[in-house]
């Protein structure tokens, strides 16, 4: 049983947008951040957003800051990615994952364990 879902991706023309959710299942996002990841073909996995338990503190990726806004639902234990203004480069399997520390919010994929099995975000020009 994967510990985490991610939904929502599909494709989408540039300028258009996509709500991503990320559902715990087996685990609890309680006292942990939690983050949002992508890999495009070729590349390495690169950090987009996290969000913090405490206070729900974000932080982004400077490629998406101001386009993406990412958000938990605690009761619901779900945490979800908003991406506007997507861009064709926004193009990639999105993976979300918890952090191992807890609250950390860090930045590395190394610091996050549980990941789900990602999904695809496609941005056509």
């Known amino acids: 049983q994967v510990p985490l879902v991610e939904s929502g991706g599909g494709l989408v023309q540039a300028g258009g947008s996509l709500r991503l959710s990320c559902a715990a299942s087996g685990l609890t996002f309680a006292n942990r951040a939690v983050g949002w990841f992508r890999q495009a073909p070729g590349k390495e996995r690169e950090f987009v957003a996290v969000?913090?338990?405490?206070?729900?503190?974000?932080n982004y990726a400077d490629s998406v800051k101001g386009r993406f806004t990412i958000s938990r639902d605690n009761a619901k234990n779900t945490v979800y990615l908003q991406m506007n203004s997507l861009k064709p480069e926004d193009t990639a399997v999105y993976y979300c994952?918890?952090?191992?520390?807890?609250?950390?919010?860090?930045?590395?994929?190394?610091?996050?364990?549980?990941w789900g099995q990602g999904t695809q975000v496609t941005v056509s020009s």
């Open positions: 994952a918890a952090d191992r520390w807890g609250d950390s919010a860090s930045t590395s994929a190394g610091n996050f364990e549980s």
């Open positions: 969000i913090a338990w405490i206070g729900g503190r974000t």
